[in-house]
C-alpha cells in the first residue's frame, strides 16, 4: 500500500456518527450480524465519497472492474485515466500538460484541473491506481522486444 500524506490521513480520520433504522426487529432471531458489517463499510464509504464529493463537486464515484473510482459527473473518464495521461503529456509540454490533453481529447480545460485537483489531493490512492495499468503495458512492452 502506499504511503499517506498527512493531508490523506486527516481526510481519512473525519469522524462520523449516524443511527440507521434497524431491518428488523430480531423477533424472528436473526439479527443479521454480518450484514451490519457489511452494511458499515457500505456506509463508511459512501460517507467519505459523499464528503469527497462536496469537496470537489463534478467528482462522482462509479463501480469499475476492480473498486469504486472517482470520475468525471460529465462524461465516463475516471480521475485516473486524466492523471495519467497528464504525467505522459508533461514530457511533450512540461509547461501545459493540461492544454495538451484539452487538445488531444477534446476535454474541457476546467474538467482536466478538476481531475488534477483531485489528485493533488489523493495522490496515493490515484497512483495505485495508475500503477497496475503501467505495468501492464510494461509488461506486453516487453513481450513485443523479446
Known sequence: MHDMTQQERSRR???FAARLSSRGDGADGDS???DWAVEDRIAERLTDEGFRAEEFPGI???TGPTERRGGLAA????????VRALKGAVAQSPANPIEVIAEATGLPRNRLELAASYYAAYPGEIDDRIRPD?????RAGSGRSG
Open 60 to 62: 462522482v464515484f462509479r
Open 75 to 82: 462524461g465516463a473518464r475516471c480521475v485516473w485515466e486524466i
Open 32 to 34: 443479521w450480524p454480518s
Open 13 to 15: 480520520s473525519r469522524s
Open 134 to 138: 503501467e505495468e501492464a503495458a510494461e
